[in-house]
């Protein structure tokens, strides 16, 4: 029992400080309201237009802007206080949500609506992303860091899990409004969290000249860095292949598994519930070495399972295989994205997670919508399939790249 104890602490070490522990709870409630939009969002536009592009056209709406604007969200993130750019675009967020909220319950929204909409948020996101990513160093120790992004996934996932289940039988029961009505009120969870830390912005010093020349440093030391570089390239190609299966499950809920907006939701709530077990299991194991192989083998084990998925027809099956995809989706994000985050210096911290974030989701709508036209051409199982087999092939050679890194140094 004291070892098990012991292990739960290690676990959770870092909701040993405060404003980590407030910026945890609001998110909390915040992500799940998320997690419940973006499953209503996917319903609502697959019902107005029964098209696999449509979604991939929404997908791209959301995403584009961090690839317009990530990389000079990475320079603000290093140069003004992140908790005011946080709470500025999480109210810019809620905003997003109470006209998405109203114009659905008034029977007034319209696809171009949806586009506009979500191009929105995704702007408010895109300049959030790389601020919320380097707060986490402001609010913790750093020995603490790799648990705290792990325990961060965890939420993110736990979210991911919740969300999506809850959103299922609400859309079926009372229709997508009242999802974008709850994830309004989500918001304000993280409002006062964010205004209840006691975490003051410390000004960072820079060289003469650097401010000027900042993103062209972070390119360089991103360039020149041999543990960064290769996590970098991998997390690339599995984003514009592997993640794009979340992008077509409406359609294999309707089309292959033959359900619902139920179906939807459970599928989604199980590859929650994987990426969970994932963030856990990492905040407790995680470390440099494991991680570095736990990348490689994830991105492999992702193509498979994916693989299997494209041929499911059943929906317990398909349900275990997204919570496989799941584990192993959140173990190579959470993997590089603490990789990164544990090679990069403080006065970098922003600009270098920016180009990470800018990879991982402003490359994302191409991804987006190269899926959701070849699964309106070719189907979404065989679209799947595809991705599968790109993103074993990945994980192969980033294996395949370390192993003999390791052995030229042995």
């Known amino acids: 029992m ?13 909701l040993k400080h405060a404003d980590f522990r407030l910026y945890y709870l609001g998110q909390i409630v915040s992500l799940t309201g ?39 969200a990475g320079w603000l993130a290093d140069h003004f206080d992140r908790r005011r ?3 500025i675009t999480q109210a ?23 586009v506009v909409l979500s191009a929105f948020l995704g702007t408010a996101t895109a300049w959030e992303i790389p601020s919320r990513q380097a707060f986490l160093i402001d609010i913790i120790e750093r020995e603490d860091l790799v648990n705290a992004i792990s325990l961060n996934s965890s939420l993110f996932n736990g979210a991911r899990f919740i969300g999506p289940a809850i959103a299922g039988i609400l859309v079926a029961r009372f229709g997508e409004g009242l999802c974008f009505g709850l994830n309004t009120l989500s918001y304000v969870a993280m409002l006062i969290a964010l205004c209840a830390m006691k975490v003051k912005h410390k000004p960072r010093i820079f060289a003469d000249g650097e401010q000027k020349s900042s993103l062209k440093e972070a390119f360089q030391f991103v360039h020149r860095h041999k543990e960064i570089r290769p996590v970098l390239t991998l997390s690339l190609v599995i984003t514009v292949f592997g993640l794009q299966y979340t992008v077509l499950l409406p359609v294999m809920a309707k089309e292959v598994l033959h359900g619902g907006v139920e179906t939807l939701g459970m599928l989604r709530a199980f590859g929650g519930l994987g990426a969970l077990i994932a963030a856990l299991t990492l905040a407790s194991k995680g470390h440099g070495e494991f991680l ?5 083998l994830a991105a492999f084990a992702l193509g498979l399972g994916l693989f299997a998925f494209a041929f499911s027809t059943n929906l317990y099956l398909s349900e275990v295989l997204c919570t496989v995809t799941g584990f192993f989706m959140t173990t190579l994000l959470s993997g590089s994205h603490s990789l ?15 180009i990470y974030m800018t990879i991982m989701l402003g490359i994302n709508p191409v991804g987006s919508f190269l899926v959701g036209c070849a699964a309106s051409r070719y189907g979404g199982p065989c679209t799947i399939m595809v991705c599968a087999v790109v993103s074993t092939i990945a994980g192969l050679i980033y ?12």
């Open 92 to 114: 810019l967020s809620m905003l997003q949500a109470l006209v998405l909220t109203y114009l659905t319950l008034t029977n007034q929204i319209q696809i171009w609506e949806c």
């Open 34 to 72: 998320t997690w419940m939009q973006n499953v209503a969002l996917s319903w609502l536009v697959y019902r107005l237009t029964n098209s696999a592009v449509w979604l991939g056209i929404i997908e791209c709406a959301n995403l584009l802007p961090m690839l317009l604007f990530g990389l000079s």
């Open 2 to 14: 004291p070892s098990l104890t012991a292990n739960v602490s290690h676990t959770f070490r870092s």
């Open 292 to 296: 570095k192989k736990a990348v490689g």
């Open 340 to 354: 990164v985050q544990l090679n990069v210096s403080d006065h970098l911290r922003g600009r270098v997670m920016s």
């Open 399 to 410: 294996l395949m790249f370390l192993k003999r890194r390791n052995h030229a140094f042995t």
């Open 85 to 87: 750019t946080i709470l």
